[in-house]
């Protein structure tokens, strides 16, 4: 699996997008992030995160409570951070 810069941008920004309008899950998310874009195993991943390999697999699995720091050590190699936004009305 070899992908273009172009076609990891348009990877990692369609990711985003999912996460931003809650159609993707940050369980999904982060593991289509180290599969598909990076291509690594959870170990490599984790070790380049500096996170422990369990805290990955609990984040993948959306399990636990993770903190910010864990998150953001995940997004942070693909120019992410956790964040706020703001919520559209639903007017019925």
Do not use: Y
């Not at 159609?23 to 995160?49: N, P, Y």
């Not at 998150?71 to 706020?84: D, E, I, K, S």
Request: hydrophobic content about 40%.
């Amino acid at each position: 699996m070899s992908l273009t810069i172009e076609e990891r941008t348009l990877l990692i920004d369609s990711i985003q997008a999912g996460l931003a309008d809650g159609t993707l899950e940050i369980a999904e998310a982060v593991r289509r992030l180290r599969t598909e874009v990076t291509g690594l195993h959870q170990s490599q991943f984790a070790k380049m995160c500096k996170i422990s390999v369990r805290t990955l697999v609990h984040i993948e699995h959306g399990e636990g409570n993770q903190t910010l720091k864990s998150l953001n050590a995940v997004f942070r190699p693909f120019g992410m951070q956790m964040g706020v936004v703001k919520l559209r009305r639903q007017w019925s």
